[in-house]
């Protein structure tokens, strides 16, 4: 940010505004920002003398929207799972044999092959992808020693200031959890303990996030990562709890993935994933549940009990969901809709490739109106809320995700004169079923461009591309499978 904050104003095309309550598609309007702050967002903008404009920005041709709040993702080893897991998966209900192949067998090797320099080109390109696809805000979602670096906490520090130099607002959550798995020698998945069942660890990742949160002007933020609901002793969820409440981090756990996770918290807890998950008293609205697909053993909302699902919803826990992944396995959240019809706050995010709002957006809709079996289970505008405001209210930020005096000037314009954007009737059923992230042509972070002309500010995307092939190469030569 420069010492002199600067007063811009987008001009001439269509705005996506919020009145508070919900977003709003305003055929022409105006947004003013100054320095890192929105000023206004909606018809035409008076001239104030008291507010002289420094720089006036033509939108015409352009959708101005707020920037997509992408609350779950993987950037370190994501783009090495690219061709070995892409036609693998759980079964869709039963989380059978090919389950085991794709996350005890092919992911340990594929994450123990990625050294920290093949694990930095890719997040480097995974954040180029972000802002190139209209996300300011994301969460990425760190490992622990499963990676090539044995969970070196310089990697996450270093990921954290690619994601701050390229201009991004990230929440930075290093994982720690009490025991990992793997294929076992009988050829059935097993779990190993990590030291001091994840404690030692835990305090680890309290001292990078200490050290990192607000930096990079703010843009930089502590999260909590515990890993999996299944992976995490009850103390070390407790221990989470505790410091979440002391610091004011907010948490993400992933939890509610498969079938098999659900029978074995019953086995081993007795309970369902949700009564688990009160009972360790984790639950909360600073909570973020990456997932939740499966807290009934059927997956379908349905099946959940009336109690768990009543004391999820008044402790303002955020579900986050994930459709693309899991589509691609051939699964679905059944539903979407369910959830909200019980008032149960719902995020989305990208979790692994692409790393597109544009492309989870439109499975979000379409998957839950597959799964409901009808086209007005759930609207457009609901699944842009969930990319934007959900996302923001699930990281406690009443200032992001959204066009509005007073919040955080995270703004993307698209472009609309394309083939498939008009004739454009209603804006936000055009970004969630039909734009596309090519269509992104400019991205402001803090009120900073970050994105010119579809092209990087702060990075070299083709340096960053060639860097990442080159660490391809490198992580496939060394996957071992056992
Ligand atoms: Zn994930």
Known sequence: MSAQPMRTLLRGGGVIAF??????HLRRGDVVFYGDRIEYAGPAWTDRADAPVHQIIATSGKLVLPGFVNAHLHVTDTAFTRGWLDDYGASATTGAASNVTALYRLLPAIRAAAMAEDQLAAAECAFSELLLSGSTTVVELGFDAEMGDQGDMATPRAVGDIAGRLGLRCY??????SRYWKLGADGAPA????????????RTCMELLGDIEASHEGRLRAMLAPGQVDTCEPELLRATRQVADDTGYPIQLHAGQSPSEFRRIRQQQGCTTLEYLDRVGLLGRDLVLGHSMFFSESGDVDDCHAAELARLRDSGTHLCHLPWVKARQGTAMRSFAKYRRHGI????????????MFNEMRLAATMCRVAEGSPQAVSAAEIFHAATVGGAQALQRSDLGRLAAGCQAGIVLVDVMKPHAVPMRDGIQHLVLSACAADVDTVFVAGRPVVEQRTLVYGDLAQAVARLAEAGDRV???VQLE
């Open 19 to 24: 009145d508070g309550t919900q977003h709003v």
């Open 172 to 177: 930075l959550a290093p994982r720690y959890r």
């Open 191 to 202: 779990y190993f303990a990590y030291d001091g069942d994840g404690l030692p660890r835990m």
């Open 345 to 356: 706050p719902v995020c989305l995010g990208t979790d692994t490739y692409p790393f597109d």
């Open 476 to 478: 496939n030569a060394r």
